[in-house]
């Protein structure tokens, strides 16, 4: 007599080796990149930090305060640069392996929204590096106090530019994220311009959290996020109203 737990077993196991194949080729994606980057990982560093080089007063430079900062410094900022240019392959492994288990319908709304949170995320990167981080380094160090040399050491130069980046590329899924719900049912678009003041306090709470302490920064994090919120809810409107208008 046949067991019935086998099937689901076997089902189970067979999900198991899936996500353990598509895993893989996720870390083989980060890896051939990374090792690509390796010779440049000096330029990548120094192409990073231009916008701080240039706000340094005249005659001063970077400073490494640990013995093997020079080493192991430009390593990490070409892993972090790789893990962004493999994102479009690891978001697709993990596509591979979800979209089997969706209907038809939520495979036609599910791909647009991941096209449009990965270009949204490297358009937050480019739009910190192009003019947030010029303007914060500009900021930082016309309020540098008189006698005081102003020589920031590079791993802390790393962590600031790890979480600008971080920051300004995961707020710019906010469209992304306010489609998502609508398309849920968990909210409408209604609902969402009630929500509008108590959004823009939380949204300026945020970004009083997670950049660092300089107001430049949490204003050019804030606004942008609640001018994306109420694009995600001008869409969300649009996305409503055609189902009426078929």
Known sequence: MTDPAEPREESLMGHLLELRSRLLKGVLAVVVVFLALMPFANDIYARLTA???AALPAG???VAIEVASPFFIPIKVAFFVALLLAMPALIYQAWAFV???LYQQEKRMARPLLVAAIVLFYVGCAFAYYLVL???FAFLAGT???GVAWTPDISQ???FLLVIFL???LSFEMPVAVMVLLLLGVVTPAQLREARGYVIVGVFVLAAIITPPDVVSQIMLAVPMWLLYELGILM???LARKPKAA
């Open 236 to 238: 969300g409107t649009l």
């Open 51 to 53: 916008p701080l080089l």
């Open 144 to 146: 540098t106090p008189d």
């Open 60 to 62: 001063t430079a970077l």
């Open 167 to 169: 920051a300004f590329g």
């Open 157 to 159: 130069v790393l962590d």
């Open 99 to 101: 979209a089997p288990g």
């Open 134 to 136: 010029p303007t914060v």
